[in-house]
């Protein structure tokens, strides 16, 4: 069965350093591949998404992510950080044969410190 | 646009009493889902329906059930909440595929 890991599940940084959150996913096919955030309280909100063509796509808030078919990964990256980016973050895959469905990493928590 | 609405915002409910937990689109997006997030577990997907009139089970459906009758409801039931049910709830739509899931704000509710 379809999975992702995110290989991290607390992320503690200092303002204005950089991030990389890490997704790994197994598939062997072609998906479509995203990254969500939540913040304290709220729904989860589009990051970024991959469907096709560059494999570096640039999202909200600063945020990057490289889709790097050989290693099933898809990590995010941010080169400075702010305290607002304080939050959870959710890689996501579609499924193969339904690819509205979505199949969720555990979530990585990020905390950036002033 | 408002998106999706989830209502109620929170909820204490019994154990052994019904619950809907209501959820509207007004994007006119075909599918819907319903998801449980728990501490550690992330999100889990209930119940789910690609179009109206049509539903199909998640990976946790058991206790719960939905209806699909037009394309902006769909509402999660619980025939009998139990505690092991508590949890916050998130309605989401999508349109076609590779198309992103958007997500209400969540229903936070817990059975005692």
């Known amino acids: 069965a379809q999975s992702v890991t995110q290989l991290d599940s607390q992320v503690p940084v200092f303002e204005e350093a950089p991030v990389e959150l890490r997704c790994n996913y197994s598939?062997?096919?072609?998906?479509?591949l995203f990254w969500y955030v939540q913040y304290p309280n709220q729904g989860l909100q589009l990051l970024l998404k991959?469907?096709?063509?560059s494999t570096l796509v640039k999202g909200i808030n600063g945020f990057e992510a490289e889709f790097n078919k050989s290693q099933t990964s898809f990590h995010l990256r941010k080169p400075s950080v702010h305290i607002s980016d304080t939050a959870e973050y959710f890689c996501?895959?579609?499924?193969?044969?339904?690819?509205?469905?979505?199949?969720w990493g555990l979530g990585t928590s990020l905390a950036v410190n002033p | 646009t408002a998106g999706i609405t989830q209502a109620p915002t929170s909820q204490i409910l019994a154990a052994g009493r019904s619950m809907t937990l209501r959820c509207t689109q007004d994007?006119?997006?075909?599918?819907m889902y319903w998801y449980r997030q728990d501490l550690g577990l992330g999100l889990r997907l209930i119940h789910y329906?690609?179009?109206?009139?049509?539903?199909g089970k998640g990976e946790v459906p058991d206790g719960y059930s939905v209806s699909r009758a037009n394309t902006d409801d769909f509402p999660l039931t619980l025939a009998s909440a139990v505690p092991s049910q508590t949890s916050v709830y998130f309605c989401?739509?999508?349109?076609?595929?590779?198309?992103?899931?958007?997500f209400g704000d969540g229903t936070r509710l817990s059975i005692l």
């Open positions: 996501a895959v579609s499924e193969p044969g339904n690819n509205r469905k979505l199949i």
């Open positions: 989401a739509s999508s349109d076609q595929g590779g198309q992103p899931q958007h």
């Open positions: 598939s062997s096919v072609s998906v479509y």
């Open positions: 991959y469907l096709s063509g």
């Open positions: 994007m006119r997006h075909n599918a």
């Open positions: 329906s690609n179009t109206a009139g049509t539903t």
